[in-house]
């Protein structure tokens, strides 16, 4: 019995020194793994380009549709494309922060007319964009079809 009594005690004096009651088992969200943001990580939201700012420059480039269309006539006019041309040109842009597009090249033609494509260039170049927090690379392609 004293035995028992002996080991009822360091049972106790055990509990006792733990602080009586079981610990917290459950991880803490420390911005690690678990999901949140880390504490040491820069926030980097304002060097994003949203996604109203991307609908924007998506909505500019579809206007110039018309003018850019222009294009094509003109090269047909020079004789340098047929009257029944068609097809599609897909350009490479990158927009600046201050909303201009200072890299625009072709990437992809089935129009050969390097008159068209200087028009086209010209055109997309000067476009205002929004005012970005940093350089915005896209494409977009434009369709045409002389009648």
């Not at 094509?72 to 490479?92: C, H, M, Y």
């Not at 915005?136 to 079809?145: D, L, N, Q, R, V």
Request: proline residues 7%.
């Amino acid at each position: 019995m004293v035995k028992n009594v002996k080991n009822v005690v360091f049972a106790v004096v055990l509990v006792a020194a733990c602080g009586g009651k079981k610990g917290d088992t459950t991880p803490k969200d420390n911005g690690g793994w678990l999901g949140g943001p880390h504490q040491d990580a820069p926030d980097m939201s304002s060097q994003m380009v949203s996604p109203e700012k991307m609908d924007e420059i998506r909505r500019l480039l579809d206007r110039k549709s018309k003018v850019i269309s222009r294009c094509l006539a003109t090269a047909v006019d020079n004789k340098e494309l047929p009257k029944n041309s068609r097809g599609k040109i897909t350009l490479d842009i990158t927009i600046s922060p201050a909303g201009k597009a200072d890299a625009v090249k072709i990437i992809k033609a089935s129009l050969d007319s390097q008159s068209l494509h200087d028009c086209i260039i010209g055109h997309v170049k000067d476009i205002q964009f929004p005012d970005l927090p940093k350089p915005y690379p896209t494409s977009h392609t434009y369709a045409f079809e002389a009648m």
